[in-house]
C-alpha cells in the first residue's frame, strides 16, 4: 500500500531530519510511529502527503510515486487528523465535515447522507450535533468532529499527527477506544504519530520506533516488546510501558496445547473433562468445548490490557480464554499466563509492576 525507499530529508539548515528510511505499511495496517522528540516522525508522516518533500528516495502508493499524482488528487484520497483539530469556527460542524466533499462536487444530498451516517458512527447524535459550532463541543467531541472530517470523502489512507495527546487522560482514552472500535468498522490504513508507548502499543498493528531520523525496529506490538532488538529499544519500552498495561496479545500462548483445528478435533478423542478453544483452517475463531459440548465462550481482544483481562478473570468462571485479533484467533490466556509475566516483569527491589 505505502512503501518508503531509502528517503532522506534534509532541511535548509543542514538538520539531517530522515536518514535513509526504508519500510512497508500494508492495506489496511494501523501502524504507529513513536520515538524521542525530533527523532524524524513527523517529518515522514508529512511525506506522504507531500507536505513536505524528500531530499532523496522515493515514497509509493499502490506501486505509483506519489510524485506522479496530482497534488489535489493525492491528498483527496489521504485524510489528516492534527493534534491542532483546526475546525472552521464559522461553520456548522456538518458543514466541517463537508469540505472535502464539497470540494470534490458532491451533492448536497450525499455530504449530508454522509455527515450524519460519519457523526452516528462516532456515538454523535446528528440531530443534536450538525447544526452546532466548533466551540459548543468539548474537546473530546471536536477531536472526534476531526477524526470522522478526515474520513468524510472516504480516503484510503488516514494520516494522524499525536491527535490525542493535547486531551485529558479520561478523553484521550475514551477516544483510544473508539478509534480502535472505528478501525474494525472502516479498515482504512492509518499512519499513527505519537510520543506515548502504551497509546502505540494499544493501537498499533506494527510499531515504527525512529531515533536520529532511522527506524531503530519496525515490528508487532508483541515483538517489540518481547524481543527487542538493542538496549535503546529495550530502554524506551521500559520507560514507557507499565506491565499492566501490556496487550494480552503480547504473552498469549501461540502453542497452547488445548487449540485445536475443527476437524482435528472431532478425529482425535479427548479427555471430555477437557476445555478445548477451535479454529477453522483459516486460523479464525469458532467456539469453545466444554465436557464434550460445544459452547460460545468468552474471548479477550489482543488489544486488550492485562489489567482488563484481570478483570474479566475476576467475575468469570472460565478459566481459559481465546485471544482474537481480526477474527483470527492467535493464542490463549490463562490467570497463571498473567502472574507469570507480571513476576518476570517486575521491579524485585521495590516489588512493583
Known amino acids: 500500500m505505502i512503501s518508503f525507499k531509502n528517503i532522506n530529508k534534509v532541511y535548509s539548515d543542514g538538520t539531517n531530519a530522515v536518514n535513509n528510511l526504508s519500510f512497508e505499511v500494508e492495506k489496511g495496517q494501523f501502524t504507529t510511529i513513536i520515538g524521542p522528540s525530533g527523532c524524524g516522525k513527523t517529518t515522514t508522516l508529512k511525506m506522504i502527503n507531500r507536505l513536505i518533500e524528500p531530499s532523496s528516495g522515493h515514497i509509493f502508493i499502490e506501486n505509483r510515486d506519489i510524485r506522479d499524482y496530482d497534488i489535489h488528487e493525492l491528498r483527496w484520497n489521504i485524510g489528516y487528523v492534527l493534534q491542532e483539530i483546526a475546525l ?8 466541517n465535515i463537508s469540505i472535502v466533499p464539497d470540494m470534490k462536487k458532491w451533492s448536497k444530498k450525499k455530504m449530508k447522507e454522509r455527515s450524519r451516517e460519519l457523526l452516528e458512527l462516532v456515538g454523535l447524535d446528528p440531530s443534536i450535533y450538525e447544526k452546532r459550532k466548533p466551540e459548543e463541543l468539548s474537546g473530546g467531541e471536536q477531536q472526534r468532529i476531526g477524526v470522522i472530517r478526515a474520513l468524510a470523502a472516504d480516503p484510503n489512507i488516514i494520516l494522524m499527527d499525536e491527535p490525542f495527546s493535547a486531551l485529558d487522560p479520561i478523553s484521550r482514552e475514551n477516544l483510544q477506544t473508539d478509534i480502535k472500535t472505528l478501525q474494525k468498522e472502516i479498515k482504512k490504513t492509518i499512519i499513527f504519530v505519537t510520543h506515548d508507548m502504551n497509546e502505540a502499543t494499544a493501537l498499533g498493528d506494527k510499531i515504527c520506533l525512529m531515533r536520529d531520523g532511522e527506524i531503530i525496529q519496525y515490528d508487532t ?58 479454529k477453522d483452517n483459516n486460523g479464525n475463531y469458532i467456539n469453545m468445548v466444554k465436557n464434550s459440548e460445544i459452547y460460545d465462550g468468552e474471548t479477550l481482544t489482543s488489544d486488550m490490557s492485562l489489567y482488563e ?37 517486575s521491579d524485585i527491589r521495590t516489588g512493583s509492576v
Do not use: C
Request: no cysteine; hydrophobic share 40%; glycine share 2%.
Open 221 to 278: 506490538p508483541e515483538n517489540l516488546i518481547l524481543n527487542p532488538i538493542n538496549e535503546f529499544v529495550k530502554q524506551f519500552i521500559g520507560n514507557k510501558e507499565s506491565p499492566w498495561q501490556t496487550a494480552v496479545g503480547v504473552i498469549a500462548d501461540r502453542n497452547n496445547e488445548f487449540i485445536k483445528n475443527e476437524n482435528e478435533w472431532r478425529q482425535i478423542p479427548s479427555n471430555p473433562q477437557q476445555t478445548v478453544i477451535l
Open 309 to 345: 483481562a484481570t478483570e474479566i478473570f475476576k467475575t468469570s468462571d472460565q478459566q481459559l480464554f481465546p485471544v482474537i485479533k481480526n477474527e483470527r484467533l492467535i493464542g490463549a490466556l490463562t490467570y497463571r499466563d498473567i502472574v507469570v509475566y507480571l513476576r518476570n516483569h
Open 88 to 95: 472552521f469556527p464559522h461553520m456548522t460542524i456538518e458543514e
